[in-house]
């Protein structure tokens, strides 16, 4: 793989997840794992009829198999604030969020289905991944730094025909509980179509408070990680919709990242300003550097 500056890398590893968190027995991990597998076949079906659909029904589709399936791995959705990305209909809205697990999609999508800027290996995922393209995803080649300008230009012209966009603007993944910087390149997009961004952020919770038990990082692989959710007992995803942040607040991309940001982490923490790239992890263990997803 090759690097350049604009790839971040999450210093998030295998010690900042949190093994101790509380379990369901080996009977619901099963049940959950038949729930799973009926919610993702069930996928083969909505595929077509998600590409030949339109307007409103193509989104409850969308919505409500993303719920199924969040539900069939044990987690609980909760929505805090406006009950969709999108407060104007037909407007472009540039949507940006942390990034913590492989359930951030199904999240997001569970709440409104938008366009969302992927890694180009998610469209290789079984059956889920074909889901995620049919709801019009677009894939960023990290390695591809040449690319870049040609998927803004992209996420530019959907913004100008009204799409809602998401991006995961740190890049990479973090534990949740801490956060990157967010990279300014992609918030160019919202500026030269001249719409809002809507600040949207992520919280994994058990028994109301942060867990790291659902993120994906480390050496972790897509299925190591699934085996961990689905023995999570009581996960709850909330998804906090945070007001809009009009593109004439910041004179350029790098100004309008870190107004995001200021509003994200002010959610996310409350009065405590955690400065980026700082990771502080609970439970006593160390940080770890490793590659970024």
């Given at each position: 793989m090759s690097?350049?500056?604009?790839?971040?890398?999450?210093?998030?590893?295998?010690?900042c997840v949190d093994h101790s968190s509380a379990r369901v027995g080996v009977v619901r991990v099963v049940l959950r794992v038949v729930a799973a597998l009926v919610v993702l076949l069930t996928g083969v079906l909505v595929v077509p009829a998600v590409l030949v659909s339109r307007g409103r029904v193509r989104s409850v589709l969308l919505r409500s198999w993303f719920r199924a399936l969040l539900r069939a791995f044990g987690a609980r959705l909760r929505v805090v604030g406006g009950p969709v990305f999108q407060a104007t209909?037909?407007?472009g809205v540039l949507v940006v969020s942390n990034h913590v697990s492989w359930l951030d999609e199904l999240a997001i999508d569970a709440v409104q289905p938008i366009r969302m800027v992927a890694k180009r290996d998610i469209r290789s995922w079984p059956v889920l991944g074909?889901?995620?393209?049919?709801?019009?995803?677009?894939?960023?080649?990290?390695?591809?730094?040449?690319?870049?300008?040609?998927t803004v230009a992209e996420l530019a012209g959907a913004l100008r025909s009204g799409a809602a966009v998401g991006i995961h603007a740190e890049g990479t993944t973090w534990c949740g509980m801490a956060s990157g910087r967010y990279r300014p390149a992609l918030f160019q997009a919202a500026l030269d179509a001249g719409v809002p961004v809507r600040p949207v952020v992520l919280r994994y919770v058990q028994d109301g408070r942060t867990t790291t038990g659902a993120a994906f990082?480390?050496?972790?692989?897509l299925v190591d990680s699934m085996r961990r959710v689905l023995r999570l007992r009581g996960l709850v995803v909330e998804v906090h919709v945070l007001d809009e942040v009009a593109p004439g607040r910041a004179a350029g991309r790098r100004e309008l990242a870190e107004l995001v940001q200021q509003e994200s982490e002010r959610a996310l923490y409350g009065d405590v300003q955690v400065p980026a790239q700082r990771v502080h992890v609970p439970w006593g263990v160390r940080r770890q550097a490793v590659r970024g997803r």
């Open positions: 690097a350049h500056p604009w790839m971040p890398v999450s210093p998030c590893g295998d010690g209909p037909g407007r074909w889901l995620i393209t049919a709801a019009r995803t677009v894939y960023l080649d990290r390695e591809r730094l040449s690319l870049l300008p040609g990082i480390g050496s972790d692989t």
